[in-house]
């Protein structure tokens, strides 16, 4: 498959390595599993929890790339700060497009599939059908979409009518944050501010942004609790705000008291997607002298950029050295703010938005580096095919786990059920390793599995996106 001479296949490969490493720390087969392949238990740091971050801060470099052909492309002389409404309806439709599909993809098949008593087989099938209505949705094809999905309906109302007692979905119990609905809000900030801000403005937007999430989660206190700290999943600022915006019944299940991807551990994520904004100007910038051109541009930008009209632009070793550069400085940083502000993915304090957007820079320049820059490409296949189709990855490997888990295939001598995902961590897995190793071989060969049919989008040049 030709590749266009401007694309940036490290971007690619980058975003397969992450969304691979979602899928692999996701779905283990058992419990106990290797300690790199968990989330810290609050404040701490694992390399699990450099998999969002990193996602986000692709986000933001893809940003950079899509929208500053905008940016660069105005032709309006008389007011060259303004846009058509056209792209901010692209902006907010996009996100709102990703904020559906997260809410979606917790809603399938839209009936509680333990409490419905219809056979298995049947409801699985309705959910498949389900699951490949939304795949057609995803790659625009609206007419089969809607066919499909009018046969999942009719197979839930033949259910009813067959006299079988179907539970359907609770929505008064429905999550309204989570990852995608997170991408979501951070894609639709952060594009607005890329639109309107030069980078210098992007920094000082973001610097405000930590300086002052700091402040207010260790100094304004929570009511209810003697002692206001972040070493308390309830007594926080933030888990006291998703419970009286949110409500617990919205909330994350498994915390109860705090919502990970809640309301304002979402403003540093935030900056976490400004800070691949700011890397994808810096590697878009001109390798040789002259510089960008200043016809259509804002005022502003115009003289963000005077004062280094005159320096060379920088050469792919430089921007490479560039990030490398800032990943060190913003590690050293974030290990001093950590002693004040720990490390903590849950409430994505600043500290962590440092420290992850230094690992990403580092990783990131790592893959530029050998694969933009040496040319060396033949390893980073298999992540180009899972870069190519992220979203569905992420959409479809989800909705597979569930089904695997809800489906059963036997039963207990006490007629507990027991899951297609049980039943083969207990008779293959299990029987050849031990259990930490047998939870990751399972999760070993279910993204091999989904590296298989990546691999078929990938042929037949099938790409979805929103």
């Given amino acids: 498959m030709a590749e266009k001479p401007d694309r940036l296949i490290s971007l690619d490969v980058f975003r397969g390595l ?28 694992t390399p699990t929890d450099w998999i969002f971050p990193f996602f986000l ?56 599939f333990q409490s419905t008593d219809a056979p298995d087989p049947l409801k699985l099938i309705i959910w498949l059908v389900f699951a490949a209505s939304l795949l057609f949705l995803l790659l625009r094809n609206f007419k089969v979409a809607a066919i499909l999905g009018g046969v999942a309906v009719v197979g839930i109302i033949g259910m009813k009518l067959a006299g079988y007692n179907v539970v359907f979905y609770d929505f008064s119990m429905m999550r309204v944050m989570g990852v995608l609905q997170r991408i979501a809000v951070c894609y639709l900030v952060t594009s607005l501010i890329f639109l309107h801000t030069n980078w210098k403005q992007q920094v000082y937007i973001s610097l405000a942004l930590l300086v002052g999430y700091w402040l207010i989660m260790t100094t304004i206190p929570v009511p209810g609790c003697d002692v206001t700290t972040i070493t308390d999943k309830a007594c926080n600022l933030a888990a006291y705000v998703d419970r009286m915006i949110i409500g617990q019944p919205h909330m994350w299940r498994v915390s109860k008291v705090f919502d990970p991807e809640g309301i304002l551990s979402t403003i540093p994520a935030i900056v976490t997607t400004i800070s691949g904004i700011l890397t994808g100007t810096w590697l878009q910038r001109r390798d040789e002298g002259g510089g960008m051109k200043t016809e259509n541009r804002s005022t502003e930008d115009i003289s963000a950029d005077r004062s280094s009209s005159l320096i060379p632009r920088p050469s792919p070793f430089e921007k490479v050295s560039g990030m490398f550069f800032f990943a060190v400085v913003l590690f050293a940083i974030s290990w001093i703010w950590n002693f004040f502000f720990p490390f903590n993915k849950s409430l994505w304090t600043s500290s962590y938005v440092l420290v992850t957007t230094a690992l990403a820079l580092f990783t990131f320049g790592c893959c530029y580096w050998l694969i933009d820059i040496k040319g060396y490409r033949r390893w980073a296949k298999p992540f180009m095919i899972f870069g190519a189709n992220a979203l569905a990855l992420f959409v479809f490997s989800g909705l597979f786990a569930r089904m695997m888990s809800g489906f059963r295939v036997a039963y207990t001598p006490e007629g507990k059920g027991i899951s297609v995902q049980r039943w083969l961590v207990d008779n293959i897995f299990l029987a050849l390793f031990q259990p930490i190793n047998a939870s990751l071989a399972y999760a070993i060969c279910f993204i091999l599995f989904f590296l298989f049919l990546m691999w078929l989008l990938y042929r037949k040049g099938i790409y979805v996106k929103v």
């Fill in 57 to 112: 801060f692709i986000v933001g470099v893809a940003i950079s790339i899509s929208l500053g052909k905008r940016v660069k492309a105005r032709s309006d002389g008389d007011n060259p700060g303004s846009f058509g409404a056209g792209i901010y309806t692209k902006i907010v439709t996009r996100a709102l497009s990703i904020y559906l599909l997260g809410l979606a993809v917790s809603v399938l098949p839209f009936f509680q």
């Fill in 18 to 45: 992450t969304i691979a490493g979602m899928v692999l720390v996701n779905n283990p087969g058992t419990s106990p599993v290797y300690w790199p392949l968990d989330h810290a238990e609050w404040n701490g740091l």
